[in-house]
């Protein structure tokens, strides 16, 4: 069964860091691209940032350039998230979720399993 497990989200202040962690089982992790997306509320879920098999990334989002990267260590069956200098508009509920083979295109219909999600909220 294929599951993934966010973890790590939190409240911080605005400037602040987060690392986010997606925990993979069910499946072999290193055949497949991650991606992270985020929700906040009242609006539409968006993609963030994508690791693909061979760890290049993909922004999904040019706000988030030069201060989230993305990471995978595959012998942990993890995906990271690292957010740094975090501004009260990322505040959201935030996603992993497995490629179905196309690697990191954008958009959700691209993904077919999904975590439950971990909030974020930052702070002004």
């Known amino acids: 069964q294929v599951q993934l497990v966010e973890s790590g989200g939190g409240l911080v202040q605005a400037g602040g860091s987060l690392r986010l962690s997606c925990l993979a089982s069910?499946?072999?992790?290193?055949?497949?691209?991650i991606g992270w997306f985020r929700q906040a509320p009242g609006k539409k879920r968006e993609g963030v940032l994508c690791?693909?098999?061979?760890?290049?990334?993909?922004f999904f989002v040019d706000s988030v350039k030069g201060r989230f990267t993305i990471s995978r260590d595959n012998a942990k069956n993890t995906v990271y998230l690292q957010m740094n200098n975090l501004k009260p508009e990322d505040t959201a509920m935030y996603y992993c979720?497995?490629?179905?083979?196309?690697?990191?295109?954008?958009?959700?219909?691209?993904?077919?399993?999904w975590g439950q999600g971990t909030s974020v909220t930052v702070s002004s």
């Open positions: 979720a497995k490629d179905i083979g196309r690697g990191c295109e954008p958009g959700t219909s691209n993904y077919d399993s």
């Open positions: 069910g499946f072999t992790l290193e055949h497949y691209a």
């Open positions: 690791i693909s098999r061979s760890r290049g990334s993909t």
